[in-house]
């Protein structure tokens, strides 16, 4: 399968940004899609993902929303009130199968990366 993500940018401190992640390619009847981001010199985290569960790491609680399509092919990730530490690269991956999220889960299908940068 793959992801293309799109929807990054550059905004002001306290605005919004709406990432999507559209699949494609081979399909399997379900899927475990998420969020994940990696700011310079820190490790990659999951930020947002939508399995059995809905996982939100805790910076990102009440400001950030993990949404799919009914056919579960794209996945978007609406950002409100974001802030200067929330500058990334963002990716967006999928594992096949529906799986409880908890950043330990590896995923098997990368996009590419979007940049998203927030001025203060």
């Known amino acids: 399968v793959q992801l293309q993500a799109s929807g990054g940018g550059l905004v002001e401190a306290g605005g919004s940004l709406r990432l999507s992640c559209a699949a494609s390619?081979?399909?399997?009847?379900?899927?475990?899609r998420g969020w994940f981001r990696q700011a310079p010199g820190k490790e990659r985290e999951l930020v947002a993902a939508i399995g059995s569960n809905t996982y939100y790491t805790d910076s990102v609680k009440g400001r950030f929303t993990i949404s799919r399509d009914a056919s579960k092919m794209t996945v978007w990730l609406e950002m409100n009130s974001l802030k200067p530490e929330d500058t990334a690269v963002y990716y967006c991956?999928?594992?096949?199968?529906?799986?409880?999220?908890?950043?330990?889960?590896?995923?098997?299908?990368w996009g590419q990366g979007t940049q998203v940068t927030v001025s203060s």
């Open positions: 991956a999928a594992k096949s199968g529906t799986y409880g999220v908890s950043p330990g889960l590896q995923f098997d299908h």
């Open positions: 390619g081979r399909i399997f009847s379900s899927y475990t």
